[in-house]
């Protein structure tokens, strides 16, 4: 079935440093993949998204990237702030139909003062 | 301000009784509303898509005659946990797509369920 990989678990990085999440997909259909922040207990949030007719795009200190033949996607946080720690999902969708998502696993981000 | 509600924010009930949970749409009609279900520590898992007017559409392994989901109206979706046990104890989340861009998606607050 539909599956999102995403990696790493757990990322450490030091305040004002970059963090990197990867995430693979495995419905060849998806074509939209939004990323969002979640903090204990509230509700998901969108950060950035990106549609399959473009490679990239950029807002601010974040980032993501995507290779359609490879079929994954990276977010990427420059300059980290502590307020940026909390656990972050990719997910892959088919913006048609169901307009479903299927959500990665999930990163624990910890900035370290 | 926010364009999904959830009521209730949170719920604690005894074992074998049952629990519904709305979700509204504040801003916009939705004919189709979505259900997660979130561990801790986990990812959210989708559980059904709520249809207005249908039946709900729900995912591989989730028991439909547990999960009753009704779309009362274009504004509301309701789930209501029967007979409920402790390990459907979790955090219970819906979301309406975007009108005009429905592969976009707004979260509602999440309803955490405690089941004793």
């Known amino acids: 079935g539909e599956n999102v990989e995403q990696h790493p678990s757990t990322l450490s990085v030091q305040e004002g440093d970059s963090a990197v999440i990867k995430c693979t997909y495995s419905?060849?259909?998806?074509?939209?993949f939004p990323w969002y922040k979640q903090e204990l207990g509230k509700r998901p949030q969108l950060i950035i998204d990106?549609?399959?007719?473009?490679g990239e795009k950029k807002d601010q200190r974040i980032a993501v990237t995507l290779n359609k033949t490879a079929k994954h996607f990276s977010l990427h946080i420059t300059e980290t702030q502590p307020e940026d720690s909390a656990v972050y999902f990719c997910a892959a969708s088919r913006a048609s139909g169901t307009y479903k998502y299927i959500f990665g696993t999930g990163t624990r981000l910890k900035v370290l003062a | 301000g926010a364009v999904v509600s959830q009521h209730p924010s949170r719920v604690i009930c005894k074992s074998g009784t049952s629990v519904k949970i709305e979700c509204r749409s504040l801003?916009?009609?939705?004919?189709?509303m979505f259900w997660y279900r979130q561990f801790p520590k986990q990812s959210l898992m989708l559980m059904a898509t709520?249809?207005?007017?249908?039946?709900?559409?729900?995912e591989q392994g989730v028991e439909k005659d547990k999960f009753l989901i009704n779309h009362a109206s274009l504004t509301l979706s309701t789930l209501t946990v029967t007979s409920a046990h402790p390990e459907d104890s979790s955090f219970y989340i819906c979301?309406?797509?975007?009108?005009?861009?429905?592969?976009?998606?707004?979260f509602g607050p999440g309803t955490r369920l405690t089941v004793t």
């Open positions: 709520s249809n207005e007017g249908s039946k709900a559409t729900y």
């Open positions: 979301s309406v797509p975007r009108q005009g861009q429905r592969f976009e998606q707004y």
């Open positions: 990106i549609r399959s007719n473009v």
């Open positions: 801003d916009f009609q939705a004919t189709t």
């Open positions: 419905d060849s259909a998806s074509n939209y």
